[in-house]
Every structure is written in C-alpha cells, then in structure tokens.
C-alpha cells in the first residue's frame, strides 16, 4: 500500500517535471525562431545595400541627367549602413527600396539600359531581395503570432509568467510608408 | 458548393487530423487481422510470422527511406540547378525557404516539356527539390513559386516521412497475410491442419477473408492518405505565399499536361500526376478539386 503510493507521487512528480520542461524548451525554441528570422531580415537587407554600388556604376553611365534620384540611393543606402536596430534598418530599408523604385522608374525611358544584360540581373536580384525581406518577415511576424498565443492560453500564460516570457511586438511597417503616396503630376 | 472561405490554419489542421485518423484506421485493420489469425493459428506460430513479417517490412521500407532523395533523382535523371543557371528558380525557393523557416534544399531540373515537380528526403535537411525544364519555361514567376512552395510543403509536413510509415504498416499486413494464406494452404496440402471443430472453421474463414480483403482495403486507405497530404501541401503552400493565385495557375495549365514517361515508384512523388483512373486508385486528388478549394482560400 505505501509501495504503490511512493510509485504513485514519484509518477506524478516525473510527469510534471516534464510537462515544466516541455514548455520551457517550447518558449525557448520560439524565442530562437523569432530571434534567427530578425536576423535573416538584416542579412538581406545588408544585402541589398551590398548590390547598390554595383547597380549604381551600371546606371550612371547612361542617366547623367538623373543626379537627384541617383543620389537619393546613395542617401538610403547610406543611412541603411549606419543603421543600428532592426526598427530602424526596416526603416532605412524601406526608403531604400522606394528610392531603387524610382530608379527603376526612370530607367524605363533609358532603352540601352534597359537592354544592359547587368542592369537587367542586379534589378532581378534586387527585386528578389524584396520578396525576401517579405517573407523574412512574415515568418518573423508569423513566430510573433505563436509566441504571444502560447503566453495568452491557459496552461502556457502560468508558465510564461513563471518563466519571465513576455509578450513580443510584431514588426510594424513605418508610418510614412503606410500613407497613401502622393501622385504629383 | 458550399460557398464558405476556407482558412488555410483550419484546413491544414484538418487535413492533418483526417491523415492521422486514417493511420488509426490501418493499425486498427492490423491489429484485427493479427488478433484474428492468432485464434486461427494458436498463439506460439503465429507470432513468429509476425516478428518475421515486421522484419521484412521494416528492411525494405528502411532502405528506400534513407535513400529515397538519391533514387528519385537518379531515377528521372536530374541534374543540380546551379545558382547561376537557374537564378530565379534558386531565388524563389530561398524566398519560401525564408518564409517557412526550412534550410534551403537541394535544387534539381529534370529534362522533360510537361509541367511537373517533385520533392523527396527523409527530413528537411536531407530534402531535394525537382522541377522539369517544362515547369520553368511555361510557368509564370508566380506560378513556378507556387509549385516550389507547395512541394516545399511535402518537405515541411514530413510526408516523406509520414508516407514512409504508412508504407511500413501496409506492407506488414500485406506479408503478414500473404505468410498467413500460404502456411494454410501448405498445412492443407500436408493434412496436418485437422479441424478442431466448427467454430474453428469459422474462424479459419474470417481468417482467410480479412487475409485476401485487408491488404487491398489498407492500400486504399494509403491512397486516400497520400491525397490528403496533398490537400495539406496545397493548404500550406497558400500560407507561406499568403495568396493561392500562383498556384491555381501552376495547376490551370498542368490541365493540358499529357502524360509523362516516369517509372511507378517515383509517380506518387509528383506535384500533379495525369489521371485516368478513378479518384480512389489516385495518389492525388483531381486537379479541378484541387483548383477549387483553392479558389476558396
């Protein structure tokens, strides 16, 4: 009678002991996942500003006339490099990215460049580094989701306070880039 | 039709859950089938023929698991998709590598003019991915990425994985009855199955009944696992893209497909496969079902 008791609290103790563990090593794994996919988001970034001067020395040869643009690049990219934090590399980013479009906008009227086998790869590449920089962030924004649901249901909100896991922001786009752009004509 | 948008999360639990369930059914048939020939046979002979139909099983489904990567694109005669080669295509999947957290697989192209791809390994670091030369030249950007994801899918979702258990299980019932029909057959012939009485004679039938009828209900229901899966791949294939358009493309023109020359082990693997069997005997449900609950996301 006692024997089976012992067995009885050594069986509760173990199984609770796990059920402890398994939700520690899930808020960790999740943490790592939401951690690694900011830093895909950087990589590509950092990768995009690595392919402006190539794109660059592709472009000014033809479009003389177009400083204000080109140098509109330079400006983004620059801040892009300098940037710390990944609020304000998304941000950078972002004004990179509108910066390449018109670029790419004015490249339209420039029909030898547009034939320029080089210029034609690194805009290719540029635009996949875009879709990149999406999907990195949804994945990210994606992990967010499991991670702050795990912290808001009963029994993984017991553990989250236990453990010290708090809920995460998820990344928002920047103000100015959610506004409707201006259409001047 | 019912007119009600699908949500991609309800519908890869769904699938999931039905694929599960199915898996129930086949080790629900095992079990019956052993428990039923273990009366017929007497328990000590009988459970011999199950460790030794288990073993069977296991080896030859073992061998194909680690290997089922190399055999694939050995046996269609692929050839790796450089970086700089097959830019696009090497892009797009790192775009959903991106968006599903998956390391990069392997990328290969087979020579073939139909649209068509597959996806093989045992987990996703041992992964390959494959598309005919056919797929990148007829396929929008969008639609090839809706291809490279839903095969991505399969990768994600383990399928090989899980497809290779459902193959252990079935291929256990079907040496453990063909093991079982044989040594009745054998004992006849020799005379030394003397009857015990009626009831045993019954029993001997069923025996023999669920021997011929449980193999070929279990591979039905493999099938019917393996079309699920690919509801699931086409399922997450939408989550990781957020919009099934590229996708419903990608099938629309494999409409027009004619068939392909592979060999039958590596069919069930392919994105879609040209039908002209029933749906039942299919490894994949219809294109137009597949088109239209897409359409639903």
């Known amino acids: 009678m006692v024997a089976t008791l012992i067995w009885v609290i050594i069986t509760a103790v173990v199984v609770l002991a796990l059920i402890f563990f398994i939700y520690y090593n899930r808020f960790v794994r999740l943490s790592h996942q939401i951690d690694n996919s900011l830093a895909q988001i950087s990589v590509q970034l950092k990768k995009r500003s690595d392919l402006i001067p190539n794109l660059l020395s592709a472009v000014k040869g033809y479009m003389k006339h177009e400083r204000a643009a080109i140098k509109e690049v330079t400006d983004a990219r620059k801040a892009l490099v300098s940037a710390n934090g990944i609020e304000k590399q998304m941000k950078a980013g972002n004004k990179l990215q509108?910066?390449?479009?018109?670029?790419?906008?004015?490249?339209?009227g420039y029909p030898d460049l547009k034939a320029n086998t080089n210029f034609l790869q690194l805009q290719q590449e540029l635009s996949a580094i875009e879709d990149k920089v999406a999907y990195a962030r949804q994945y990210y924004n994606d992990g967010i989701m499991s991670y702050n649901v795990m912290t808001n249901v009963i029994p993984g909100m017991w553990f989250a306070k236990m453990y010290g896991f708090n809920k995460r922001e998820y990344l928002k786009i920047a103000e100015?880039?959610?506004?409707?752009?201006?259409?001047?004509? | 039709m019912q007119q009600t948008r699908l949500s991609f999360y309800n519908e890869i639990a769904k699938n999931k859950r039905s694929s599960f369930l199915l898996i129930g059914i086949v080790l629900a048939i095992l079990l019956a089938l052993v428990y039923t020939i273990g009366f017929v046979m007497g328990g000590d002979y009988f459970f011999f023929i199950l460790i030794f139909g288990t073993i069977i099983a296991i080896a030859y489904v073992v061998g194909g698991y680690y290997k089922s990567a190399d055999l694939a694109i050995a046996s269609v005669n692929a050839k790796p998709a450089t970086d700089q080669e097959y830019r696009q295509y090497n892009n797009l999947v790192e775009g959903l590598c991106l968006a599903s957290g998956l390391p990069k697989p392997k990328l290969y192209v087979m020579h073939n003019t139909q649209i068509n791809a597959f996806a093989s390994g045992r987990d996703p670091q041992h992964a390959v991915v494959c598309v005919t030369d056919g797929a990148i030249e007829k396929l929008s950007k969008q639609?090839?990425?809706g291809v490279l994801a839903h095969e991505l899918s399969h990768i994600a979702n383990y399928?090989?994985?899980f497809m290779t258990l459902t193959a252990v299980l079935v291929g256990m019932i079907a040496i453990i009855s063909q093991i079982f029909l044989r040594s009745l057959f054998w004992s006849s012939m020799t005379g030394r199955g003397n009857s015990r009485d009626k009831n045993n004679a019954i029993l001997m039938i069923i025996g023999i009944a669920l021997a011929i009828l449980a193999p070929i209900v279990v591979a039905l229901v493999q099938l019917a696992i393996s079309r699920k899966r690919e509801y699931v791949a086409d399922s997450s294939a939408v989550k990781f893209m957020r919009t099934p358009t590229g996708l419903i493309g990608a099938l629309k023109k494999i409409q027009y497909n004619t068939p392909m020359k592979v060999s039958g082990a590596v069919s069930p693997l392919f994105l879609a496969k040209p039908t002209k069997e029933k749906e039942w005997f299919q490894t994949?449900?219809?294109?137009a079902k597949r088109i239209a609950r897409l359409e639903r996301m």
């Open chain 1, 176 to 185: 100015a880039e959610k506004a409707v752009p201006k259409i001047e004509f």
């Open chain 2, 159 to 161: 399928d090989i994985r």
């Open chain 1, 98 to 108: 509108s910066a390449l479009k018109s670029i790419f906008a004015i490249a339209e």
């Open chain 2, 284 to 287: 994949h449900p219809p294109l």
């Open chain 2, 143 to 145: 639609e090839l990425e």
